[in-house]
């Protein structure tokens, strides 16, 4: 398991560099004109930051005892929610033209929220709507990102 943390935490950060020579290649530019690298460069130096913990974690302790455990089954109710979450996706890329991105967002939010705690469903049902309600206040009326209106046109 540590080798494979080592090998994990070198790859993120082989590609965390490759990224950041990319952007460089692109023109970064100044904060208040940031180039088309820019923000490329940012989350490659994030991606960098967050490999290191995990390969100095491994390197340290490398020369431990490796006490291997029988890993767990994995059940059909983890396949059951990927595929829910991924189906959901799904639909809301073909509904966002046509239910509009308010209402899609909501039955999305919803029903990933009910899959997280099926019980409280008014809890889900008030959730679901104040966070689809703030998101299209924020991208809609503030930063004026234009959305699919879909039956609200």
């Not at 494979?4 to 904060?31: D, F, M, Q, R, Y």
């Not at 991105?101 to 039955?107: C, P, V």
Request: net charge positive; charged share 10%; with cysteine.
């Amino acid at each position: 398991m540590k080798k494979a943390n080592l090998i994990i935490g070198l790859v993120l950060e082989g590609i965390g560099i490759w990224i950041i020579i990319e952007s460089c290649g692109l023109g970064i530019k100044t904060l208040n004109d940031p180039g088309a690298g820019f923000f490329p460069l940012v989350l490659a130096i994030l991606l960098c930051l967050l490999g290191l913990p995990v390969i100095i974690s491994s390197l340290k302790n490398f020369g431990s005892a490796d006490v291997r455990k029988e890993p767990e089954e994995i059940k059909y109710t983890t396949f059951k929610k990927i595929g829910a979450v991924i189906g959901s996706l799904i639909g809301y890329a073909v509904f966002l033209n046509i239910l509009g991105s308010l209402i899609t967002f909501f039955l999305l939010l919803w029903g990933l929220f009910w899959m997280g705690n099926p019980r409280r469903w008014l809890f889900v049902s008030g959730l679901s709507a104040l966070v689809a309600a703030l998101s299209y206040l924020l991208f809609v009326f503030l930063l004026q990102v234009p959305f699919p209106a879909g039956i609200w046109r």
